[in-house]
């Protein structure tokens, strides 16, 4: 067993206070590694101790491997937790964390370097019998990618290799449009990743995006909990997602869970991680697309649904303790939604709203939750994502869900900025998402929930 008391938090926002409420429940000090622009936000103010590493720019903070690794160690804390995004899926700070003997909160770089190469994953998803999106190899030239395209079929995605949050990933209708995405893309993926390295995929049209939550243990058990729907997605960033997904069969969910876990079982995968496909509807068939190892954003609507504390087993496996839910014990009971709001104003094109937040009246009651690392007073810098909260409402049924996350964003009024809060609503209203009868490009389609006039929230 792997004893830590104290451990450093290598995020911000409300992944960082998630992951020290986590933490107090095994009554671990907390340190948070925090930028200048973050010092008097609300995971600062719960955190055991802060230490700054830096400026506000990621760049300069967030994103220096040797910078955290020494404030972990300044600090006396044997372990880190990475939260998602950030380095929390770039291999170098697993490795610098084992070579200076602190405990990562997460998977070996091994498995994070091998599945973050999106290629080599999809090739070995394909040995082991689990269908992949057609697609192409590494695409070097614009003449390859031309003949790769043409083979696959319009329209196609452009991907990159070391990509993920839709970076690097570029949507091609027809022939004409390949030449500019193709140097769009890498470029994006060049300066983001450092890899510029491109692959191509068919595009399905009328696709759900549905992802299947593993988790593993040093012991060698391996766990699911069950699936999410991510398909209200605007350019490839999620915004609302749902659990159980409410298109999938029982035999359908049986294979997608048999392909994940049979994927996580070949890398003995270790701690939480996320296996995704693409789900075409109408030809009913399911696609591997890539897997996370981390954390998601939209972990707390399978919490909602099973019961389950996804963060605290994370602390549990890095301490080399067993999985403590037996499979057959894994069940899920009602269902969930969660909306990301975020500091944007969706009638400028989702145009970044940062500022001080001037009032903060948050919604409650049975089934309600908030993830949030805001409040009144709170001054939103512009130097990171925008996610101000995720809204998560539960239900005996779908519809229930749907009306109470309504009610729950009814009752959220922030001012100061502007919010994505009146666009989930639209979305709630709307009665192709109240059918469930949507697909990824659904927003972006002219029959999504377009934004009305008025402010943001």
């Not at 080599?120 to 019998?129: I, K, N, V």
């Not at 504390?309 to 939604?337: C, K, T």
């Not at 539960?394 to 519809?399: A, D, H």
Request: a neutral charge; charged letters at 25%; proline letters at 6%.
């Amino acid at each position: 067993m792997k004893k830590f008391s104290r451990v450093l938090i290598a995020n911000r926002g409300e992944i960082a206070l998630r992951i020290i409420r986590a933490c107090r429940e095994f009554g671990l000090e907390t340190i948070l590694a925090v930028s200048e622009a973050d010092r008097k936000s609300l995971p600062a103010k719960m955190a055991d101790r802060c230490v700054i590493i830096g400026p506000p720019r990621p760049i300069d903070s967030y994103l220096r491997i040797e910078t955290l690794i020494s404030a972990a160690l300044g600090c006396g804390a044997e372990a880190i937790h990475p939260g998602y995004g950030f380095l929390a899926e770039r291999p170098e700070f697993s490795e610098a964390c084992g070579e200076k003997g602190l405990v990562f909160i997460g998977p070996k770089p091994e498995q994070i370097r091998r599945m973050g190469d999106k290629i080599q994953a999809r090739r070995m998803a394909q040995q082991l019998g689990v269908p992949v999106i057609p697609g192409s190899k590494h695409i070097e030239t614009l003449s390859a990618a031309a003949e790769a395209a043409d083979r696959l079929g319009y329209p196609v995605l452009i991907k990159a290799a070391a990509g993920g949050g839709g970076r690097g990933m570029k949507l091609v209708p027809k022939t004409e449009d390949l030449g500019p995405a193709f140097t769009e893309a890498a470029a994006e993926a060049r300066e983001a990743f450092g890899d510029d390295r491109l692959y191509l995929e068919h595009y399905i049209t009328n696709a759900r995006h549905i992802e299947l939550q593993v988790m593993g243990d040093a012991w060698g058990n391996l766990r699911h909990f069950f699936e999410r729907d991510c398909s209200v997605q605007r350019r490839h960033q999620k915004m609302v997602e749902e659990a159980p997904c409410p298109v999938l069969t029982p035999a359908l969910r049986q294979e997608m869970i048999d392909a994940a876990l049979a994927i996580a079982r070949h890398i003995q995968y270790l701690n939480a991680g996320t296996i995704e496909f693409i789900y075409d509807q109408d030809f009913k068939k399911f696609y591997f697309l890539e897997m996370n190892t981390r954390i998601q954003v939209e972990h707390p609507v399978t919490e909602m649904i099973t019961g389950a504390d996804l963060v605290r087993e994370q602390i549990r496996i890095a301490r080399g303790e067993e999985i403590s839910y037996p499979q057959e014990e894994i069940s899920f009971a009602g269902h969930a939604i969660e909306c990301r709001i975020n500091a944007e104003t969706p009638e400028a094109g989702f145009r970044p709203s940062p500022g001080e937040i001037q009032a903060w009246k948050a919604p409650a009651g049975p089934d309600i939750r908030l993830d949030t690392h805001c409040y009144a007073g709170y001054f939103v810098p512009p130097y990171y994502d925008s996610l101000l909260a995720k809204l998560i409402a539960k239900g005996s049924s779908r519809s229930e869900a749907i009306s109470a996350m309504d009610r729950a964003l009814g009752e959220f009024h922030i001012s100061g900025i502007d919010t994505t809060i009146s666009f989930c609503r639209r979305i709630m209203q709307n009665d192709r998402y109240r059918r469930g009868t949507i697909s990824t490009n659904w927003i972006e389609s002219t029959s999504g929930p377009m934004p009305a006039n008025g402010g943001g929230g």
